[in-house]
């Protein structure tokens, strides 16, 4: 079995690096390249660990903070317990199944 990659987004810091301490501040220029996103769609584009991401965003921001691909995302490997644990979620479901339903003659 090969290895689990996991990754870390690092848009905050980036931002961070250029003084851009508020996600509304990428609005603006994210609206300059085309790209229209609310301020709640910035904020966890900024704060959370996209699991999708369109790739006109993505080459936007490498252009906004004039930046390689390795300083937004880096990439590592998945830790172990997270592995055993996705695993074992999975084979305990055959507990969660409802129970076969019984008929009943009916008495007349």
Do not use: N
Request: proline share 5%; with cysteine; aromatic share 4%.
């Amino acid at each position: 079995m090969g290895r689990k990659l996991d990754y870390r987004w690092h848009v905050r810091q980036v931002m961070a690096q250029r003084e851009m301490f508020s996600t509304t501040d990428l609005i603006a220029p994210l609206k300059e390249r085309g790209i229209s996103l609310s301020t709640s769609q910035v904020y966890r584009l900024v704060c959370e660990r996209p699991e999708r991401l369109s790739l006109k965003i993505l080459m936007a921001l490498l252009d906004i903070f004039h930046c390689s691909i390795e300083d937004l995302i880096e990439p590592v490997e998945a830790p172990a317990a997270a592995r055993k644990q996705a695993a074992g979620a999975e084979a305990s479901i055959g507990t969660l199944r409802p129970r076969r339903a019984r008929v009943l003659k009916a008495e007349r």
